[in-house]
């Protein structure tokens, strides 16, 4: 994580890793999208790359 993660609110930050166990626990690191991760948190997938 780089500092800018730590610079969002705390609860975007919460639901972005909330949402990746959740992705990352139903299927396996390689083949885990960063865009359902997107979808799960409900942010857009440009904001989750930054």
Request: hydrophobic fraction near 40%; proline fraction near 4%; aromatic fraction near 10%.
């Amino acid at each position: 994580m780089n500092d800018k993660f730590f610079k969002l609110p705390l609860e975007k930050q919460r639901r972005i890793i909330n949402a990746a166990y959740k992705v990352f626990s139903e299927s396996s690191h390689k083949k885990a999208p960063m865009s359902e991760i997107a979808d799960e948190s409900g942010i857009s997938k440009a904001l989750l790359f930054r």
